[in-house]
T-cell receptor, first 121, second 110 residues
Framework: QVQLQESGPGLVKPSQTLSLTCTVSGGSLSIGGYNWRWIRQHPGEGLEWIGSIYYSGTTAYNPSLKSLVTITEDRSKNQFYLNLTSVTAADTAIYFCARGGFHSPHALDTWGQGTMVIVPS | QSALTQPASVSGSPGQSITISCTGTSRDVGSYGLISWYQHHPGKGPKLIVYEVSKRPSGVSDRFSGSKSGTTASLTISGLQAEDEADYYC??????????FGTGTWVSVL
């Protein structure tokens, strides 16, 4: 059974870069047909899709974040990553990684537990 | 792209049925049958309960059902149970590899 685990610093200073890692266990980034995503939830608010990385290496980002976000992967480590530059207090959120493609390329069948990131104002 | 619109909260008594709406536009919900629904208990990762409008993953109760008409998708929970109390989110493909979530609905079991 595939499991995802987010990791990274819980506190990031304003204007710095937020870097998170999602480690995939029980499965492999090297298997075609899956896509991997980052989602966040601001305190007391709903979920927001941040971006996706596909088996081909293609990426797609939320237009509202596009200039600030980069998603990459390291298949040898079975990890994918989120970099969010120039963070502000508005980037304080729980960050989730997720997998799409088991049932449908467009549905997220497996999620991590999430990791809280605080950017002080 | 704007978040899909869901009611902030819906409540029902045990055994009742409730329906959560998810209203989008012709650029997302109205154009694609690629709506999924997630159940989210705070402190955990969300759980996929419906995909491609009305399909259920193996292991998900048949008390959960989905539908779509025009630019509005819906999730119905029948035979409401205490463990159904959670946040529910819709999620739609919006073209060009973009996606959008709904605003979320808190389901309260009275």
């Amino acid at each position: 059974q595939v499991q995802l685990q987010e990791s990274g610093p819980g506190l990031v200073k304003p204007s710095q870069t937020l870097s998170l890692t999602c480690t995939v266990s029980g499965g492999s980034l090297s298997i075609g047909g899956y896509n991997w995503r980052w989602i966040r939830q601001h305190p007391g608010e709903g979920l927001e899709w941040i971006g996706s990385i596909y088996y081909s290496g293609t990426t797609a980002y939320n237009p509202s974040l596009k200039s600030l976000v980069t998603i990459t992967e390291d298949r040898s480590k079975n990890q994918f990553y989120l970099n969010l530059t120039s963070v502000t207090a508005a980037d304080t959120a729980i960050y989730f990684c997720a997998r799409g493609g088991f049932h449908s390329p467009h549905a997220l069948d497996t999620w991590g537990q999430g990791t809280m990131v605080i950017v002080p104002s | 792209q704007s978040a899909l619109t869901q009611p902030a909260s819906v409540s029902g008594s045990p055994g009742q049925s409730i329906t959560i709406s998810c209203t989008g536009t012709s650029r997302d919900v109205g154009s694609y049958g690629l709506i999924s629904w997630y159940q989210h208990h705070p402190g955990k990762g969300p759980k996929l309960i419906v995909y491609e409008v009305s399909k259920r993953p193996s292991g998900v109760s048949d008390r959960f059902s989905g539908s779509k008409s025009g630019t509005t998708a819906s999730l119905t929970i029948s035979g409401l149970q205490a463990e159904d109390e959670a946040d529910y989110y819709c999620y739609s493909y919006a073209g060009s590899k973009n996606y959008v979530f709904g605003t979320g609905t808190w389901v309260s079991v009275l």
